[in-house]
Each structure stands twice: as structure tokens, then as C-alpha cells.
């Protein structure tokens, strides 16, 4: 073997270390390691891996990266996958490959424009892939966002209430370039390593990169010190939230039926004791549909009056992951809201909007041939229409079931219709005892800071907690030895009913939104553009 195979096995071998390195700094910044100071730096070896490579070296790279990071990240998917039609590998590649496409138009800039422009461009290409991640049709998943992984410093995430999560991930990819930059620099000064000419920086680029990063992580750390200064004043309502642990074999079969609806029943008796206004039970918490089960729905029913308050229940008629229903019935999974008083014939219901795909219904069913890639057929979920806005005089609250509190504009349009807050009931016990739970009450966090209200979260096996209009979790159902997850308790505690007025409730993802048209901009200028450094290429560090 010659010198210079060699050499390109050691290039090959230095460029996948400084991924992997990437890869467990960023595995490492979320739950339920929650290191999230390393998402900071986290993104360094991997930008300096792409950085002035060729676009088809940077997105194999890239890819390998996003698919460890997302296999890092979603390590709970082997306990989902018996209750999942999906094939997980399938998940990884596709999550992957929004890694590769940043990869592939990073290393496109940088190698035909130059690094200032690459290092400018790359928190809008980040925030842009995120965003079609989050909303691309049935595949839609806005789940272990780069601020996902700040969630547990208020300081630093108040900033979403004018910009939304992705405000926070946009901070982040910028301090990531800038370390980057100044690595380089330093880099750039040592002898025996050349930089090529399209990665030398002159002072005044090198101001123009990071400067930016610095001005706007300062703007905001202050914002985030005078929001958290700010008391939280107004009408206080008692809520109470009750974990019944109900084993995932145990919902759904018959047999466990009355034990399910006594273990709520004693719980509720529990909690009625703390003389809350509003007792919340999780998603699916009946073994039936109320709607559709008179002699169920009388018993819920005296379980609210016995409770002197009003009865949050989550009920649904089919188990979530049934497979191929003879019938094709059409079933709603809902939220009840119970009146304590017999007398009240009608009861406030949400229909859950955002279906879980391949989970609640088969997406595209009749179009694309799923069952040709074993993929089963899944029925018989239908979405909401409406966003309802429960009434619990005189103040008005938003429900959300299971994974539709990650979507940030579905929790928005609820603000937005007059919720006061938001409550998000759930079934978690499919994850099993993995950070699934954490990575949802990560992003539970986002909903609050960027609404400034209060959040329930009700979760069957947990975690069930509660969030204030900052972000910060106040308290959460726990048992003596502080496990939060696969524990049966009650928790009460207060909120303060707040009507919305953040920059984010009114205009969106408006960041998202001006980071695809810029995104685009540095391409077309990109593409235009005669490539000044035909020949240049990183040599290995």
C-alpha cells in the first residue's frame, strides 16, 4: 500500500472520528443525558468535516451523522417498534437525510463561494430543513430540534416567544459556526497546516461571521433575564392531575376493565381532597369510549360529582396501533370534559386533529401500495375538525392529546382561539422506560415559553407535570424515591389563567419562514456564481 492510499485512509478515518465526536456531544445535550450545554460546541467537528469538502463527501458524511444522532436520540424506538408497523431503520434513513441535505448545500457554498458565506448561510439552511422536517406532509416531525436540547435553561430559551423554538436553534447553529470559525483561524496560524485559499478568512469577514453570534446571543441572555424578572400575577385555578400506570397489555383488554376505572376512582377520591377546580385523567385513560358506552359514561360521571369538581378524561374507542379493522369503522380519540353535576346533559369534547400515521391511520391508504413494503393495514382513526376551546367558568383552556403538543402551530391556533392554558393529556406506557418520556416534556417546554402560558401535562405513565409561562417545570408526580416514570400518583398545583399576546402567538414561524427564501438566495447566488476555487480543498487536520 502506497503513501498516499495511506494518507487517504487516515483522511477518511479523521473526518469520521470528528463526526462521531459530534454525534455524542449532540446525543448527549438531550434527554435524558440533558448535557445541553454541549449543543454549543456540538456541531463544531462536524462543520469543520464539511467545511470546503466536495457536496458529495460532505452529505455521505452528513448523512452518517444525522443517522447515529437520530439512533442516539430515538434509542426508545426498539421498545415501539412491536406496537409500530414502521420499521425503524426506515426512520433513521429518513431522519438522516436532512443531516446529509445541510451537509451537501453547506459544502456547496463553501467550496464554490467561500467560507464567510457558508458559515452566514448555515443557521438559515439548518432552521429550513428543520422546519420542512417538522411539516412535511405525514412524514411531519418536529422532534429532537437543536432547541429541544436548551430546555432546561430558562435564561437562554425566552427568546422563543418572539421566535419560536427555531429561534433557538438558529442561536445555536450561529455559536456552533462562530467556534468553528475561530478553531479555523487558529488553525489557519500553525505551520504545517496550509488552509486553501477558499477557507482564509480576512479580519473583516471574520467580524462579519462572528460578530452576529455574539451580538445575538447577548440580546438573548438580556431578554431572557428581564423576562424571568417578570412576576407571574393574576387569578390562580387549582388543577390536579392524576398518573394511573396502567400497564399498555393491561388498557385494552376487557378482563381489566373495572380495575382500570377503580384505580381512577380511588385516585380521584385521592386528589378530591386538595379541592381542586379541575381533575385531569390521560389519554385513553376509559377501557372504552363514553360516548358510546352509556353505563361507562354514568360511572365517569358520578366519579366527577363524587369529586365536587369538573373531570378532564381522555377516552378513545380503539386501541391506537389496532391493526386492520374488519369493520372500517371511523373512531375519534377525545378529550371529555365533565360537569360535576348530573343535571348538565351535555359535556365539552376535543376531537384529537393530528393523527399519528401509521400508528392511528395509514396515510395516502388506496394511493401508496404499503402493504408491497410490509407495512399492515391500520384502522379506522378519523382527525378533528375543530380546535375546541373548553369552558371552565370563567376561564378557558386548549387540550392537546399525546404527541400533538410537539407541533408548535397546532398549540398556537388553540392560544390563538382564547385558550387561557394549555393541557396536553398522553399515553407514554408504549416508550417503555426510555427518554422518549423527557424528550416530550422537552418540548412541552417550547409550547409555554412561546405562548407565555401555563402547561399541563397528564400522562399515563408519566411524565405528568406542570409548566409555567417560562419554561420551567414546577413540580411533577413522583413517588418516594423520585422515579417520575411508571409510578401511580396525584399531583395538585396551581396555574394562573393568561390571555396570549407574544410575538410568536400572533405571527408564527415567521423565522422558519424568512430562513427558506435566504436559504434559497445563498443557493441561487451559489449556483450563479463562478467558482472561485476550483481546485481547493481541505487537507486533513
Known sequence: MDVGMLFKYFWYLKDLSLVLLSCVLLVLSFPSFDLGLFAWVGLVPFLIVINGKTSLYS?????????????????????????????????????????GFFGLMFAFISRRWGIAPAFLAAPFLWVSLEYVRANFFFLALPWALLAHSQYQYPW????????????ISFLVVMVNSAFTLAILALLSRVRWYRLPASQV??????????????????LALLYGQITLSRPLVGKKVRISVVQGNIEQAKKWDRKYAKFIMQTYAD????????????????????????????????????????AGTYLLVGSSQLHKFKVGDPKSAKYLNSAFLIHPERTTSRSQRYDKIRLFPFGEYLPLKGTIPWAYINVPDIGGY??????????????????????????????????????QFIVNITNEAWFGKSAAPYQFVSMSVFRSVENRIFL???ANTGVSCFIDPYGRIVDRVKDKSGQDIFVRGVLSGSV????????YTRYGDWLAWLSLPCSLIFLAVTFFKKNQYPNSMSRPI
Open 59 to 99: 452529505f455521505f458524511f452528513s448523512f452518517v451523522c444525522g443517522v447515529l444522532f437520530f439512533l442516539g436520540t430515538f434509542l426508545w424506538i426498539l421498545e415501539v417498534v412491536k406496537f409500530m408497523p414502521l420499521h425503524h431503520v426506515t426512520l433513521l434513513i429518513y431522519t438522516g437525510s436532512y443531516f
Open 267 to 306: 385516585l380521584t377520591r385521592e386528589v378530591a381532597e386538595d379541592q381542586p377546580d379541575l381533575i385531569i385523567w390521560p389519554e385513553t385513560a376509559t377501557p372504552r369510549a363514553i360516548n358510546r358506552d352509556p353505563k361507562l359514561f354514568n360511572e365517569v360521571k358520578d366519579i366527577a360529582k363524587s
Open 456 to 458: 399541563v401535562r397528564c
Open 382 to 419: 378519523v382527525p378533528g375538525k375543530e380546535f375546541t376551546v373548553f369552558e371552565l367558568p370563567p376561564f378557558r383552556f386548549g387540550t392537546t392529546i399525546c404527541w400533538e403538543d410537539i407541533f408548535p402551530d397546532l398549540v398556537r391556533q388553540f392560544v390563538k382561539k382564547g385558550a
Open 201 to 218: 478568512l480576512s479580519r473583516r469577514e471574520m467580524i462579519a461571521t462572528v460578530f452576529p453570534a455574539v451580538v445575538l446571543a447577548t
Open 156 to 167: 437562554i430559551i425566552q427568546f422563543a416567544s418572539i421566535t419560536g423554538a427555531y429561534g
Open 496 to 503: 394562573i389563567p393568561l390571555v396570549s399576546n407574544t410575538f
